[in-house]
């Protein structure tokens, strides 16, 4: 696709159920990051694949939350046992390359899944 | 601490008129600046970003942005709004400090009256 392929759009849940997002990236990117956007904040890094490297998980802010990545390609954010804390949205965004400094990698945003815990 | 404060929540600039959304940070290492823009129901764009040299950048749609190490600022301006411009705006920040992540601010929405 021309760009970052985030699904579903929105997704309605009960607190305690599981939920799995999923992003397909701009074809050829090697980096991925979600991030997670609440109301009237700024964004919260979750986690960053490169390559075949082990992803920075540094930002998942429990273990309730795990991502996957397969085939350098198409990421799954999973959440378990959702909380209504959890309700954001969550943004996917890719990289055509690794800059050795990561903060220089430009990031290509999709359109982001709306999460609402009931 | 590192950080991102956008002081303005919102803005309302008529349309033609000049526009300044402020970005200060806090951040130890030299820092890499990104500006973003988020349109309604879309992901963020890239509008233009700040590694190294010149302090003026250019970036998309007419904007520019002027990086001050002295006031820890990287303040975005254009000169004649669009209503197109309508939108929500993101300063970012990253670099060693933050382990190259990027660090965000919480966003200035800018509201466009014709």
């Known amino acids: 696709g021309a760009g970052v392929s985030q699904s579903p759009s929105n997704k309605v849940t009960e607190k305690g159920k599981d939920v799995e997002l999923r992003c397909d990236p701009i074809?050829?990117?090697?980096?991925l990051y979600w991030y997670r956007q609440s109301l009237g904040q700024g964004l919260e890094f979750l986690i960053y694949?490169?390559?075949?490297?082990?992803?920075?998980k540094s930002g998942l802010p429990s273990d309730r939350f795990s991502a996957e990545r397969t085939g350098g390609s198409v990421s799954t954010l999973t959440i378990q046992r959702t909380q209504q804390e959890d309700s954001a949205v969550y943004l996917c965004?890719?990289?055509?390359?690794?800059?050795?400094?990561?903060?220089?990698?430009?990031?290509?945003f999709g359109a982001g899944t709306r999460l609402s815990v009931l | 601490a590192q950080s991102v404060t956008q002081p303005d929540i919102h803005i309302t600039v008529s349309e033609g008129a000049s526009l300044e959304l402020r970005c200060n940070y806090s951040?130890?290492?030299?820092?890499?600046l990104f500006w973003y823009v988020q349109s309604p129901g879309q992901g963020l764009q890239l509008l233009l970003k700040?590694?190294?040299?010149d302090t003026l950048v250019q970036g998309i749609k007419g904007f520019e942005a002027e990086f001050k190490r002295s006031q820890s600022s990287f303040n975005l301006r254009k000169p004649s709004v669009h209503w197109s411009d309508a939108a929500e705006y993101f300063c970012?920040?990253?670099?060693?400090?933050?382990?190259?992540?990027?660090?965000w601010g919480a966003g200035t929405k800018l509201i466009i009256k014709p």
């Open positions: 970012a920040v990253g670099g060693k400090d933050s382990n190259y992540q990027l660090i």
């Open positions: 951040y130890g290492a030299t820092p890499y």
């Open positions: 700040y590694f190294s040299g």
């Open positions: 074809s050829g990117h090697t980096a």
């Open positions: 694949f490169q390559g075949n490297s082990a992803p920075d």
């Open positions: 965004a890719s990289s055509p390359h690794a800059h050795r400094i990561a903060a220089k990698n430009i990031q290509y």
